[in-house]
C-alpha cells in the first residue's frame, strides 16, 4: 500500500513541477522581492544602517508573500475549479495532500529567505546571519503562521476574480504599517501597537536580530509568542472552515 | 462481506437543503456487475443521490451501503474501490493527462498502466498536451480516465457525456460498455433516454426526489419505439400518428401522398422524449 509520506513527497513533487510551470506565480515570488529590494537599495545607498533595516524588512515581506498570498492563491483556485473535490474523492490522504501542498509554499519561502540574504550580502555588504538558529526558528515560525493564515483566508474568499482584492486587502497595509513602524522611531502610538499585534513586524524583528544581530532569541521570545498566537488562530481556522467545493 | 450483496444499496435516502428538499425517499439496489442508470431531468435530485453515494454530501435521512460501507464515514478504504466522474471536477491547468495520470495512479495499491487508460479513453493523441489546451471534450475524457486509473469495483458516472458531439459520444458509449464486459458495476446518471437504452441493465426514473419507476429500459417504455410521425395534410389538417416500425408508416404515408400528388408538409419523426415517458408514467399512476 503506498503510504502516506510517499505520497506526501509525490504531492510536493506535483507542486513544485505545476509551480514552475506558471511562470506569472514564480515571477511574483521571486521577483518581486528582489524588485523592491533593489528599488530600496537604491534609494537607500550608502546608508548602512537603514540598508541593514532593508533586508530583513523584504525577507519577512518574502516570506509573507511565499505563503499567506500563495495559499490563499492557490486554494482559492484549486476550489474554485474543482480540483480540491476531485481530490477529495480519491484515496490520497488528506494530510498528505495538505503536506504537499505547505511543503511547496516552505520551499518558496526557504529558497526566498537564501535569494534575499545573498543579494544583501552581495550588494549591501549585509554579513552573513548572525545567528543561524535564531534565523531558523523565526523562519519557521513566520512560514507555517503565514501558511496557517492564508488557507484560512481563503474560506473567506468567495470567489476566484476577487481574490487579488481580498488578498492584497490585508497584505498591502500590513505591510506598511509593520515596514512604516519598524523604520520610524516617530510612529503614532497607534500604529505601533497595531503592527506590535500583528504578526508580520514581530517577523521582521526577529529576522532582523538573526541576520544582522540584535537581541536574540531570549530577547525576543515576546515576538515570537504574538507569531505563534496567530499561528495557532489561522491553523485553527484553516482546518474547521475548510471546504473542499465552491460554495455556489 | 458476501459477493453477491448488492454494490449499493440505498434505503429511503431523504436530502433537504433549508425548505427544499431534493430527494425524498429514494430506494434503489445495484447488483454486481450491473450499469444502473439513474435518468431524469435537471434539478430531478440525480447529483445530489450519486453525491451521497459517494461521500461528498451528509444525508438528511435513510440508509445507504456503498460496497459495504456507509459512505459517510469517508474510508479510505471505500476511495481504492471507488472511481468517480463529477458533473463538473477540474484539474492542474499545466498538467498533461500522462503526468496526471501518473499522479492519480500513485494512489492506489493496484492501479491500471496508464498507457491501457490513455487508449481505452482516447486520449493518446492528447497524452502530452498541457490540460489548459485540451477541448471540453477531451477534458471529459479526462475525467473518466482519472477516475478508471485506479481500477475501480464500482464507478460513478454523473452525466459523462453531456455537451458531447454524436461521435464522441459513442465512443465514449464503448468506453463504458467495455467497462460493463470487465464485470464492473456502473451508476450512471442522465438525462439522455437513448444513453440510459444504450448502457443501462436496468434504470430507475426520477423527478421532484421521487423515483418514478425501476426497471430495464425496454420495459418501462423507455426503448420501445413509440416514434412520433407528424405532418399537415393537403387539407391544413395536422395529423400525429405513433407506430413502433416507422419504416413501414413512412413508406405507406409517402406512397399515398405521391400517388394524389400532394406533398407531406411540415412532415417530422420524432423519437420518444424523456416528457413523453414522464406523462405516459405519471398518466398510468
Same mark, same amino acid.
Not at chain 1, 499567506?68 to 480540483?83: D, I, K, Q
Given at each position: 500500500?503506498?503510504?502516506?509520506?510517499?505520497?506526501?513527497?509525490?504531492?510536493?513533487?506535483?507542486?513544485?513541477?505545476?509551480?514552475?510551470?506558471?511562470?506569472?506565480?514564480?515571477?511574483?515570488?521571486?521577483?518581486?522581492?528582489?524588485?523592491?529590494?533593489?528599488?530600496?537599495?537604491?534609494?537607500?545607498?550608502?546608508?548602512?544602517?537603514?540598508?541593514?533595516?532593508?533586508?530583513?524588512?523584504?525577507? $519577512?515581506?518574502?516570506?509573507?508573500?511565499?505563503?499567506? @498570498? #500563495?495559499?490563499?492563491? !492557490?486554494? %482559492? *483556485? &484549486?476550489?474554485?475549479?474543482? =480540483?480540491?473535490?476531485?481530490?477529495?474523492?480519491?484515496?490520497?490522504?488528506?494530510?498528505?495532500?495538505?503536506?504537499?501542498?505547505?511543503?511547496?509554499?516552505?520551499?518558496?519561502?526557504?529558497?526566498?529567505?537564501?535569494?534575499?540574504?545573498?543579494?544583501?550580502?552581495?550588494?549591501?555588504?549585509?554579513?552573513?546571519?548572525?545567528?543561524?538558529?535564531?534565523?531558523?526558528?523565526?523562519?519557521?515560525?513566520?512560514?507555517?503562521?503565514?501558511?496557517?493564515?492564508?488557507?484560512?483566508? $481563503?474560506?473567506?474568499?468567495?470567489?476566484?476574480?476577487? @481574490? #487579488?482584492?481580498?488578498? !492584497?486587502? %490585508? *497584505? &498591502?497595509?500590513?505591510?506598511? =504599517?509593520?515596514?512604516?513602524?519598524?523604520?520610524?522611531?516617530?510612529?503614532?502610538?497607534?500604529?505601533?501597537?497595531?503592527?506590535?499585534?500583528?504578526?508580520?513586524?514581530?517577523?521582521?524583528?526577529?529576522?532582523?536580530?538573526?541576520?544582522?544581530?540584535?537581541?536574540?532569541?531570549?530577547?525576543?521570545?515576546?515576538?515570537?509568542?504574538?507569531?505563534?498566537?496567530?499561528?495557532?488562530?489561522?491553523?485553527?481556522?484553516?482546518?474547521?472552515?475548510?471546504?473542499?467545493?465552491?460554495? $455556489? | 462481506?458476501?459477493?453477491?450483496?448488492?454494490?449499493?444499496?440505498?434505503?429511503?435516502?431523504?436530502?433537504?437543503?433549508?425548505?427544499?428538499?431534493?430527494?425524498?425517499?429514494?430506494?434503489?439496489?445495484?447488483?454486481?456487475?450491473?450499469?444502473?442508470?439513474?435518468?431524469?431531468?435537471?434539478?430531478?435530485?440525480?447529483?445530489?443521490?450519486?453525491?451521497?453515494?459517494?461521500?461528498?454530501?451528509?444525508?438528511?435521512?435513510?440508509?445507504?451501503?456503498?460496497?459495504?460501507?456507509?459512505?459517510?464515514?469517508?474510508?479510505?478504504?471505500?476511495?481504492?474501490?471507488?472511481?468517480?466522474?463529477?458533473?463538473?471536477?477540474?484539474?492542474?491547468?499545466?498538467?498533461?493527462?500522462?503526468?496526471?495520470?501518473?499522479?492519480?495512479?500513485?494512489?492506489?495499491?493496484?492501479?491500471?498502466?496508464?498507457?491501457?487508460?490513455?487508449?481505452?479513453?482516447?486520449?493518446?493523441?492528447?497524452?502530452?498536451?498541457?490540460?489548459?489546451?485540451?477541448?471540453?471534450?477531451?477534458?471529459?475524457?479526462?475525467?473518466?480516465?482519472?477516475?478508471?486509473?485506479?481500477?475501480?469495483?464500482?464507478?460513478?458516472?454523473d452525466e459523462p457525456t453531456t455537451g458531447f458531439d454524436p461521435e464522441a459520444r459513442r465512443a465514449a458509449w464503448s468506453a463504458i460498455s467495455s467497462l460493463r464486459d470487465l464485470g464492473?458495476?456502473?451508476?450512471?446518471?442522465t438525462h439522455y433516454l437513448d444513453e440510459a437504452q444504450a448502457l443501462a441493465d436496468r434504470v430507475a426514473i426520477i423527478k421532484e426526489g421521487r423515483i418514478l419507476a425501476i426497471g430495464p429500459p425496454r420495459e418501462l417504455g423507455v426503448g420501445a419505439a413509440?416514434?412520433?410521425?407528424?405532418?399537415?395534410?393537403?387539407?391544413?389538417?395536422?395529423?400525429?400518428?405513433?407506430?413502433?416500425?416507422?419504416?413501414?408508416?413512412?413508406?405507406?404515408?409517402?406512397?399515398?401522398?405521391?400517388?394524389?400528388?400532394?406533398?407531406?408538409?411540415?412532415?417530422?419523426?420524432?423519437?420518444?422524449?424523456?416528457?413523453?415517458?414522464?406523462?405516459?408514467?405519471?398518466?398510468?399512476?
Amino acid at each position: 500500500m503506498p503510504d502516506a509520506l510517499a505520497l506526501s513527497w509525490r504531492q510536493y513533487r506535483l507542486e513544485r513541477r505545476m509551480f514552475w510551470r506558471n511562470p506569472s506565480a514564480a515571477f511574483f515570488n521571486f521577483v518581486l522581492p528582489l524588485l523592491f529590494l533593489a528599488a530600496g537599495g537604491a534609494i537607500l545607498s550608502g546608508n548602512q544602517h537603514q540598508l541593514n533595516k532593508l533586508v530583513p524588512a523584504i525577507a $519577512a515581506m518574502s516570506v509573507m508573500a511565499t505563503t499567506f @498570498t #500563495a495559499l490563499a492563491y !492557490n486554494v %482559492v *483556485f &484549486l476550489r474554485e475549479r474543482g =480540483v480540491l473535490k476531485r481530490i477529495h474523492g480519491t484515496p490520497l490522504p488528506t494530510l498528505s495532500y495538505f503536506a504537499g501542498l505547505a511543503a511547496n509554499a516552505v520551499t518558496n519561502a526557504a529558497l526566498q529567505i537564501v535569494i534575499v540574504v545573498l543579494a544583501g550580502r552581495a550588494l549591501f555588504g549585509i554579513g552573513w546571519p548572525q545567528h543561524a538558529f535564531e534565523l531558523i526558528v523565526f523562519v519557521i515560525a513566520g512560514v507555517s503562521c503565514f501558511a496557517g493564515l492564508g488557507v484560512a483566508f $481563503a474560506h473567506v474568499i468567495p470567489n476566484f476574480e476577487s @481574490t #487579488a482584492a481580498y488578498v !492584497n486587502a %490585508v *497584505f &498591502l497595509p500590513v505591510v506598511f =504599517v509593520s515596514f512604516y513602524v519598524f523604520d520610524s522611531r516617530s510612529a503614532p502610538g497607534f500604529l505601533r501597537t497595531i503592527a506590535d499585534a500583528l504578526p508580520l513586524k514581530p517577523l521582521i524583528e526577529g529576522l532582523s536580530a538573526a541576520i544582522v544581530g540584535g537581541p536574540g532569541l531570549v530577547g525576543n521570545l515576546d515576538q515570537l509568542a504574538v507569531i505563534a498566537l496567530w499561528g495557532l488562530f489561522g491553523i485553527i481556522f484553516a482546518v474547521r472552515g475548510f471546504s473542499w467545493e465552491s460554495p $455556489a | 462481506m458476501s459477493e453477491t450483496a448488492p454494490a449499493i444499496e440505498v434505503r429511503a435516502l431523504r436530502k433537504r437543503y433549508g425548505e427544499y428538499e431534493a430527494v425524498r425517499g429514494i430506494v434503489i439496489s445495484v447488483r454486481r456487475g450491473e450499469v444502473f442508470g439513474l435518468l431524469g431531468p435537471n434539478g430531478a435530485g440525480k447529483t445530489t443521490t450519486v453525491e451521497i453515494l459517494e461521500g461528498y454530501r451528509a444525508r438528511t435521512g435513510g440508509e445507504v451501503s456503498v460496497l459495504g460501507h456507509d459512505p459517510a464515514d469517508r474510508a479510505i478504504e471505500l476511495r481504492r474501490r471507488i472511481g468517480i466522474v463529477l458533473q463538473s471536477g477540474g484539474i492542474y491547468g499545466h498538467i498533461t493527462p500522462r503526468e496526471a495520470l501518473r499522479h492519480w495512479a500513485s494512489f492506489y495499491a493496484h492501479p491500471r498502466s496508464v498507457q491501457e487508460v490513455l487508449s481505452l479513453t482516447g486520449l493518446q493523441p492528447q497524452a502530452d498536451v498541457r490540460s489548459r489546451r485540451l477541448s471540453g471534450g477531451q477534458l471529459r475524457r479526462l475525467d473518466l480516465a482519472l477516475a478508471l486509473v485506479g481500477d475501480p469495483e464500482l464507478i460513478f458516472l454523473d452525466e459523462p457525456t453531456t455537451g458531447f458531439d454524436p461521435e464522441a459520444r459513442r465512443a465514449a458509449w464503448s468506453a463504458i460498455s467495455s467497462l460493463r464486459d470487465l464485470g464492473k458495476t456502473i451508476l450512471l446518471t442522465t438525462h439522455y433516454l437513448d444513453e440510459a437504452q444504450a448502457l443501462a441493465d436496468r434504470v430507475a426514473i426520477i423527478k421532484e426526489g421521487r423515483i418514478l419507476a425501476i426497471g430495464p429500459p425496454r420495459e418501462l417504455g423507455v426503448g420501445a419505439a413509440h416514434y412520433r410521425v407528424v405532418y399537415r395534410t393537403a387539407g391544413g389538417e395536422l395529423v400525429e400518428r405513433q407506430t413502433d416500425d416507422v419504416t413501414a408508416l413512412l413508406h405507406e404515408l409517402t406512397a399515398e401522398a405521391l400517388a394524389r400528388g400532394e406533398r407531406l408538409e411540415e412532415l417530422s419523426v420524432a423519437r420518444p422524449t424523456l416528457e413523453d415517458v414522464y406523462l405516459e408514467l405519471t398518466a398510468d399512476a
